[in-house]
């Protein structure tokens, strides 16, 4: 099974392989349903540091759903999914509605189609916690304008949508030196969880608690 769709990006293919779904941009493979575990621990590890019951979540990358699986498990009072692509969220009613759990009828789910950054710089919206996984996270991106997400002017236009004492959560397929530091730096204090994958170094997600609780 393969479905192809042609995007204002390229080409993106949703492949069935050996009983399992990968997606493909351009030639480039970008996650598969295979594990998951490290998408489930960015959401956990964001709820578990946020200050507030029922926090307001925004998910950036809605992927192959594990993410918003394991954020409607929480006890989230709103989810908010920021997804580029169309065909994605297509997907999810269809053959990859089981990975994502059947979330998107999850009446505290609110589903955007957008770019991100270009989102966030259009709304005042704020959030208990940010996670973040586009594309291949601040190591290398398959699309050079993701790029900007990562870097100091995108870490600190996602703070600005923070509540106090917010957190922001990004995932990333490898560890990134300085990327702790940068993340300390413009936000607040980063817990650093790495978690083993079966082929190559760990997947890590970086865990920044916005420092200035006191501010509005």
């Known amino acids: 099974m393969e479905e192809r769709v042609l995007t204002e990006r390229g080409e993106l293919v949703l492949r069935r392989r050996d009983g399992h779904f990968e997606l493909i941009s351009n030639g480039v493979f970008l996650m598969d349903t295979r594990s998951g575990e490290s998408e489930r621990m960015l959401i956990r590890a964001a709820v578990a540091a946020c200050r507030r019951e029922r926090p307001r979540l925004l998910i ?85 304008h993701n790029t900007g997400l990562y870097r100091p002017a ?42 083993p994958v079966p082929r190559g170094g760990p997947d890590v997600v970086y865990v920044a608690a916005r420092a200035d609780v006191g501010r509005p």
Do not use: Q
């Open 60 to 144: 950036g990358g809605l992927g192959v759903g594990f993410s918003l699986a394991e954020a409607v498990r929480s006890d989230a009072g709103e989810i908010i999914v920021v997804e580029i692509e169309p065909a994605v969220v297509d997907w999810h009613r269809g053959v990859l509605r089981p990975f994502s759990e059947g979330a998107l009828d999850d009446p505290r789910v609110r589903v955007v189609v957008a770019d991100l950054a270009a989102w966030c710089t259009g709304v005042s919206d704020r959030f208990d916690a940010i996670c973040l996984d586009v594309d291949n996270g601040p190591g290398w991106t398959v699309f050079d």
């Open 154 to 195: 995108g870490l600190a236009m996602l703070r600005e949508h923070l509540r106090p004492g917010g957190v922001l959560a990004v995932w990333s397929a490898s560890p990134e030196p300085g990327f702790a530091e940068t993340l300390r730096r413009l936000v607040g204090p980063v817990r650093t969880v790495r978690i």
